[in-house]
Nanobody, 126 residues
Framework: QVQLSESGGGLVQTGNSLRLSCVAS????????MAWFRQAPGKEREFVAA????????YDTDSMKGRFTISRDNAKNTLYLQMNSLKPEDTAVYYC???????????????????WGQGTQVTVSS
């Protein structure tokens, strides 16, 4: 049984930082692409960042480029998201996800991910 468990969310002020973690179990972690998505109140879930199996390739979005960094530690079965210079518009529930196959066609698409964590709330106050 695959389980993904996020932690590290919280309430911070604009400009501060947070590091999210996601511990995975149930499948060989290093085989699968991992990603972060987020969902703000009243909005659809959106892609944040993804990382290839061995961490050699990362994918991000323009709005978060330079502020958010995705990384993974395959020895610890853990995915990270370092978030710097946080803004109120970053307020959302953040989810980690594990790809359905070892080589997803489109790492930014939700359909490529079979397993999801329960989410961790990030709130950025102005």
């Amino acid at each position: 049984q695959v389980q993904l468990s996020e932690s590290g969310g919280g309430l911070v002020q604009t400009g501060n930082s947070l590091r999210l973690s996601c511990v995975a179990s149930g499948r060989t972690f290093s085989i699968y692409t991992m990603a972060w998505f987020r969902q703000a109140p009243g909005k659809e879930r959106e892609f944040v960042a993804a990382i290839s199996r061995w961490g050699g390739t990362t994918y991000d979005t323009d709005s978060m480029k330079g502020r958010f960094t995705i990384s993974r530690d395959n020895a610890k079965n853990t995915l990270y998201l370092q978030m710097n210079s946080l803004k109120p518009e970053d307020t959302a529930v953040y989810y980690c996800a594990q790809s359905r196959s070892s080589l997803p066609d489109n790492v930014r698409a939700m359909r490529e991910y079979a397993y999801w964590g329960q989410g961790t709330q990030v709130t950025v106050s102005s």
